[in-house]
């Protein structure tokens, strides 16, 4: 089997259609199919099952496929890490985070990336949760990542800042007043709850402190996006509690909490950063700067 047998299933995989993977590899549909029942007739049986509309992994497959994705990304990373090493500044780097992070630091670094380096074009592959970059990672499918630093990683790991946590209020709340407000304050108020909330040893970290604090959180609403979630904060429908740099150009108040909640951001990769990789997770701690989210008490 090749290397090119394990891009074309990728393809068919990704597009779920021989048609549009073919138009995306500039192959014919006729090549792509050759080369497809060559692979399984290597493999021992069928990888896909050809429905009328599209195409799914097999058992064979689903077994199979994870493997072939992480060769064929693999061989993708080598190529701009070797590249990289030679000097060239032309191509790609891709990029993997979280809703937050894309939001907060990213938009600052990608204009400064645009300016410096316009001939290597930034990929952003973009993931609801934390666990999700992490799994995407290790099947490979950016060079680099930025997010929560995450544990018992394998690669490399970078810590370039500290996010805080905040309480979201509306202005006229009594809360907004306070210089900072205990979990234990909060017992009888709703939450607005998001399901991108930060997660903490499998569970969500809201849950868990309340815990600790001897209650249980009475949820008002839950969302899927943490600007919604933001938005029914400042509205009144609950106390919400998110990223501070989420709040930037809105309209609510915002209250430390007490003690503060802060969580290390991370760059990691699955090898040691070199070439586009390297000088971007510099221009992330650049950007970042440990001055501006000095050690406090952490939680992953």
């Not at 993931?127 to 490399?156: F, H, I, K, S």
């Amino acid at each position: 089997m090749s290397l090119r047998q394990m891009e074309y299933l990728v393809a068919v995989v990704e597009e779920a259609s021989f048609t549009r993977a073919a138009e995306a590899l500039h192959v014919t549909q006729s090549a792509l199919s050759h080369q497809i029942k060559a692979l399984e007739r290597e493999v021992g049986g069928p990888l896909l099952e050809r429905m009328s509309r599209g195409v799914r992994l097999t058992v064979m497959g689903r077994a199979y496929f994870p493997h072939a994705e992480l060769a064929v990304r693999s061989a993708r990373q080598a190529r701009r890490a070797a590249l990289a090493a030679a000097g060239a500044e032309s191509g790609e780097l891709h990029i993997a985070t979280v809703h937050g992070q894309a939001i907060g630091v990213l938009p600052e670094v990608c204009a400064r990336w645009a300016r410096e380096h316009p001939r290597v074009r930034l990929l952003l592959h973009e993931y609801a949760t934390t666990q999700e970059l992490y799994e995407q990672m290790e099947r490979g499918v950016a060079d680099v990542a930025v997010g929560p630093r995450p544990e018992d990683w394998q690669g490399p790991v970078t810590v370039i800042g500290r996010e805080e946590m905040v309480l979201v209020v509306p202005h006229d709340d009594p809360l907004a007043a306070r210089e900072s407000v205990r979990l234990t304050d909060l017992a009888e108020r709703p939450w607005v709850r998001c399901s991108l909330e930060p997660v903490v040893d499998g569970r969500r970290w809201l849950d868990l402190q309340c815990e600790r604090a001897g209650f249980v959180p009475r949820t008002a609403v839950r969302t899927q996006h943490s600007s919604t979630a933001v938005r029914m904060a400042s509205a009144g429908v609950g106390v919400l509690l998110t990223a501070a740099h989420e709040l930037t150009g809105l309209d609510c108040a915002s209250v430390p909490t007490d003690p503060p909640w802060r969580r290390d951001i991370s760059v990691f990769s699955r090898v040691e950063l070199t070439g586009a990789a390297a000088v971007f997770s510099e221009l992330l701690r650049a950007v970042s700067g440990d001055e501006k989210n000095p050690a406090a008490g952490n939680a992953r």
